[in-house]
Every structure is written in structure tokens, then in C-alpha cells.
């Protein structure tokens, strides 16, 4: 084997590492997306939370016995609840499961936790489906009860 044929061969095994992320990287890139909204969440920051959703027409929202469609419908739902800043619970989360569904898209369960300002907790469970995306991992689907 000579150098040249060895260089090469590491420039492709390198690249092929660096495009083909595994499971345990890919689960670490989620978390980190859903750390993010939690932190946009808990100042009031809309567009910082919604930055987790993927800006699509076809993706849904399932809450309180309804199914929200799209990227712009699910914004007007969480808008509201935005509108003073100061008065939004903390939100930390959790995943309880990561599960790959091929190289783009994953399965995700996990809990949430919210501090209220006056002190309480609510706690849930969620279920997202993430697709990565140009712009990395974005939900797709959102179940939250």
C-alpha cells in the first residue's frame, strides 16, 4: 500500500464518520434542540422555542384532544401563552427513549417538568418524531399530555 492509497483511504473513512453520526450522537444533538427550547420557553422567547419545530405545512401538534396541522398553526396555539414573558413556568425535559428510524428521522419520549411561578409542578409525558434536517433536528410531530 502506498501513502497516497492509505491518505486516501483515511480522508474517506473520516468523511464517512463525520456524515454518517450514530445514535448516541444523534440522541446528544436532539437533547441539546430540546435544551435549547426549554431555555426559549422559560424566558418567554417564542421564536427561540418554536426554532425546535421544523417550518413545514405537514407537521402536527396533538394536545388536549386536538390535532394541530402545520408549522404557522402551532405557533398561533403557543402564542398566547407567550404574551408575558416573565409569568412562563420553567421548563426542563428529559429523554426517557431515543429511538433512530432510519438516518433522518428519530422517536422520542420524554418527560417534561414545569415550575410554575407560584411555585407548583406539573410534570408530562411527550412523544415527538424529530427528521434532521439542513438545520439539524426539527420536530415533526409533537404529542404532549
Known amino acids: 500500500m502506498t501513502l497516497r492509497s492509505f491518505a486516501v483511504g483515511l480522508a474517506f473513512s473520516l468523511m464517512a464518520t463525520a456524515a454518517f ?4 450522537e444523534d440522541q446528544a444533538a436532539v437533547a441539546k434542540v430540546l435544551g435549547e427550547a426549554s431555555a426559549g420557553w422559560s424566558r418567554g422567547d417564542l421564536d427561540a422555542f418554536m426554532a425546535s419545530y421544523e417550518q413545514a405545512p405537514q407537521i402536527n401538534y396533538v394536545s388536549g384532544g386536538k390535532v394541530t396541522q402545520g408549522y404557522d398553526a402551532i ?3 403557543y402564542a398566547p401563552r407567550f404574551a408575558e414573558p416573565t409569568k412562563m413556568p420553567k421548563l426542563t425535559t428529559e429523554i426517557v427513549d431515543f429511538d433512530p428510524l432510519g438516518a433522518d428521522y428519530a422517536a422520542v419520549v420524554g418527560r417534561f417538568h414545569l415550575t410554575l411561578p407560584d411555585g407548583k409542578d ?6 415527538l418524531v424529530f427528521h434532521k434536517t439542513a438545520q439539524g433536528w426539527r420536530i415533526v410531530s409533537d404529542h404532549s399530555s
Open 122 to 127: 406539573a410534570t408530562g409525558l411527550f412523544s
Open 21 to 24: 453520526a450514530g445514535p448516541a
Open 75 to 77: 405557533r398561533e396555539i
